[in-house]
């Protein structure tokens, strides 16, 4: 059985930062590429970053440079640790992986920015 919970969301000023976890159990993060994805209110989820079993990160345009996936593979944990965080992050983050075909997601976990 998979679980992907999230935590770590919360309010921040803009400018602050935050990091968020993901705790996976059932997923082989040696194989498996695990991404975070956010939707905000009224807007389509979109992907934020992703790190490949390789180690290899993708971010999308608008963190790079604030954001930074990685992986505790002792914790089976993926992280997201956002910086420069502006009113624009604000959304519900959600842990995502392609595990055993099926698609896996997390609850979420809110981050709101204030201005």
């Known amino acids: 059985q998979v679980h992907m919970v999230e935590s770590g969301g919360g309010l921040v000023q803009a400018g602050g930062s935050l990091r968020l976890s993901c705790a996976i159990s059932?997923?082989?993060?040696?194989?498996?590429?695990v991404s975070w994805y956010r939707q905000a209110p009224g807007k389509e989820r979109e992907l934020v970053a992703v790190i490949k079993s390789s180690g290899d990160t993708n971010y999308t345009d608008s963190v790079k440079d604030r954001f930074t996936i990685s992986r505790d593979w002792a914790r089976n944990t993926v992280y997201l640790a956002m910086n420069t965080l502006t009113p624009e992050d604000t959304a519900r983050y959600y842990c995502y992986a392609k595990y055993w075909g099926r698609d896996w997601w997390g609850r979420g976990t809110q981050v709101t920015v204030s201005s």
């Open positions: 059932g997923i082989n993060l040696k194989i498996a590429p």
